[in-house]
Structure formats: structure tokens, C-alpha cells
């Protein structure tokens, strides 16, 4: 079964292309993790939100990947200095 996330992250308008260029260097550190398997950064067509997806073979990877994230400065579980409101964040798993 594997386990993935979606989530809806809600920077302030100038600093919307800031925010997508932190999202990208996660991404790219998280191609590199074990049991990954996809990520996505989008922007809705208004430019109200940024959303970010990823895809992981099991739990396990997904948490150790989070690891890494904090580590990189991004917060998985809060509100970075770019963000006006918290974000959305569901888990999903596979079936």
C-alpha cells in the first residue's frame, strides 16, 4: 500500500514564485530518498495557492523524507514565514 499527500500551502502573493522555488529544491531532494516514487508542485490558476503532491511506497519513506524536509528549513507540520495562513495537509493511502 503506499501512502501520499496533498497539500494546499497559501503564500502571500509576493512571494508565491519564492515559495515555488523552495518547493522545487525539496522536490528534487526527495527524488533522491528510498521508497519515492512522485512529487508534484502546482499552482492553482488564481495564484491563491500553491499545492504540492507526493507519492512514497510506504509511510516509513514518506516520514524519513519529511525528516529531510525539516532539515532543509521547509516545516511540514506548520506555516513557513511566506505562508499568510496554515496549510492543508491530507495523507492518502492506496487501495
Do not use: I, K, N
Not at 31 to 58: H, Y
Not at 68 to 89: F, K, N, Q
Amino acid at each position: 500500500m503506499s501512502f501520499g499527500f496533498v497539500a494546499f500551502h497559501y503564500p502571500a502573493p509576493e512571494h508565491v514564485e519564492d515559495f515555488v522555488a523552495e518547493c522545487h529544491q525539496v522536490a528534487e531532494a526527495m527524488r533522491q530518498q528510498p521508497g519515492f516514487l512522485s512529487v508534484g508542485v502546482w499552482v492553482t490558476a488564481d495564484g491563491d495557492a500553491v499545492v504540492t503532491t507526493g507519492a512514497f511506497e510506504s509511510e516509513d519513506a514518506f516520514r524519513a523524507t519529511a525528516d529531510l524536509a525539516r532539515e532543509m528549513g521547509a516545516t511540514p507540520d506548520g506555516l513557513s514565514d511566506l505562508e499568510v495562513r496554515p496549510r492543508e495537509v491530507h495523507f492518502l493511502v492506496s487501495r
